[in-house]
């Protein structure tokens, strides 16, 4: 993998080290840990990352970057609510399960101290989105309280399922179920 070129070696070193930090966590990752998994040298991640604080922030902004265009993406599609939102909570949630090991408990801690505003930032813009396509779904006129409880439920659902379970396929097939069920009456 050393052979990388230019352009694709840092989000590729990003991927790769958000891997290790969810794997081990922040305080039991090293930048040799992180060029180890990169196959890499040491001296090829310090050209680019100054610091194993500086990759993880990195990781971070590409990661709630990537999953924030993913999500806005399925929310645009021109496709039955319920499929919407399961693309969408995918997006968001489904592609980070199994991922995060018990040993990576820190992380969040971490990911609140150095990226705090910008995470809440993310997260409100996904919300608003969702509450957005929810209540224009509605056939009701009084619907954005319930568009709000909505996403709320399917929030919290898909942040626990990202760490319980084991398995994207088991996400999906829980999120639709529950999906179905808040989107009735609609």
């Not at 993998?1 to 958000?18: N, V």
């Not at 929310?75 to 693309?87: A, G, I, R, V, Y």
């Not at 505003?117 to 608003?128: G, N, P, R, T």
């Not at 179920?177 to 808040?182: D, F, K, P, V």
């Amino acid at each position: 993998m050393e052979a990388l070129k230019e352009t694709g070696r840092q989000p590729y070193i990003l991927e790769t080290a958000m891997k290790v930090f969810a794997r081990h966590g922040f305080k039991k990752t090293s930048m040799e840990d992180i060029a180890q998994a990169a196959q890499i040298s040491r001296q090829g991640i310090y050209l680019h990352f100054k610091n194993k604080e500086d990759i993880f922030k990195a990781a971070l902004f590409k990661m709630m970057k990537d999953s924030l265009a993913a999500a806005t993406q399925a929310l645009d599609e021109d496709s039955p609510l319920e499929d919407k939102l399961l693309h969408a909570l995918d997006g968001w949630f489904g592609q980070y399960v199994g991922l995060f090991h018990i040993e990576a408990s820190d992380l969040r801690q971490h990911a609140r101290q150095m990226l705090g505003a910008e995470i809440d930032e993310w997260k409100a813009s996904f919300e608003k989105r969702m509450i957005t396509v929810i209540a224009e779904a509605s056939s009701q006129k009084e619907t954005s309280s319930r568009a709000v409880e909505i996403t709320q439920m399917l929030c919290a659902c898909g942040m626990t399922w990202k760490h319980d379970l084991t398995s994207r396929e088991e996400f999906l097939s829980r999120m639709k179920a529950t999906l179905h069920i808040c989107c009735q009456n609609l």
